[in-house]
């Protein structure tokens, strides 16, 4: 099983829609948990940490549920400019520093 | 934010040649460095852990004696793809986290990475 799984997508959706990404992790003591957007041949950016309590930033809101291993964002009024590949980020095992990324969730905002 | 640099931005080369990838922390010291590697329609993977003095160490599975690295200063680590074939064509990515006293933050600051392709 992979350590972070996502659904690759691709999501086409139209301008103003809402859309929503969910990974799993598969170890159960992760403690860091983030989405970073990566645009088409550019090094990944973080888009947000996700916390236990949830948190949202804008038209982004992330929620992580540690019962079930999940984490998923939630995006809202999709622009045109939110079209990129979304990563799901967790601490590796054993590590606090080192990451685990997710293949990726492929989103296409359409005018 | 912080600022991580990367040198060369896209290397081509032939066969059998060494690449040497630098990474550099513009504005705050690095002890600690990673190197990813990015296959097309993949996603980053861990190569490394690079530290400041010490050796660097390696994830499972990629060749210490194939990929150098060398983290010489507090703002640059260095990793040098020795002998590069076809295979090792890939986006190469480094990133650095800071710290405020001995707590080291959650956010990696990445590089714009390295496009490396061997022919």
New interface residues.
């Given amino acids: 099983r992979k350590e972070v799984e996502q659904d690759p997508g691709p999501f086409n959706v139209p301008e103003g829609a809402t859309v929503a990404f969910n990974c799993t992790y598969s170890n159960s003591a992760s403690q860091?948990f983030?989405w970073y957007r990566q645009d088409c041949?550019?090094?990944?950016?973080?888009l947000m940490?996700v916390y236990s309590s949830g948190n949202e930033d804008g038209r982004f809101t992330a929620q992580l549920n540690r019962a079930s291993q999940y984490i998923s964002l939630l995006i809202r009024d999709s622009k045109l400019s939110d079209s990129a590949t979304y990563?799901c980020v967790v601490n590796?095992k054993g590590s606090?520093?080192?990451?685990?990324?997710?293949?990726?969730t492929q989103l296409t905002v359409l005018p | 934010g912080a600022v991580v640099s990367q040198h060369p931005s896209w290397v081509i080369c032939k066969s059998g040649t060494s690449v040497k990838i630098e990474c550099r922390s513009l504005d705050f010291q690095a002890t600690t460095m990673f190197w990813y590697r990015q296959f097309p329609k993949q996603s980053l993977m861990l190569m490394a852990t690079s530290n400041e003095g010490s050796k660097a160490t390696y994830e499972q599975g990629v060749e210490k004696d194939k990929f150098l690295i060398n983290h010489a200063s507090l703002t640059l680590s260095t990793l040098t793809v020795t002998s590069a074939h076809p295979e090792d064509s890939s986006f190469y990515i480094c990133s650095a986290d800071t710290r405020t006293g001995t707590v080291y933050q959650e956010t990696q600051y990445f590089g714009p990475g390295t496009r490396l392709l061997v022919l």
């Fill in positions: 860091s983030f041949r550019k090094e990944p950016k973080l940490s990563l590796k606090a520093r080192q990451l685990t990324f997710g293949s990726g």
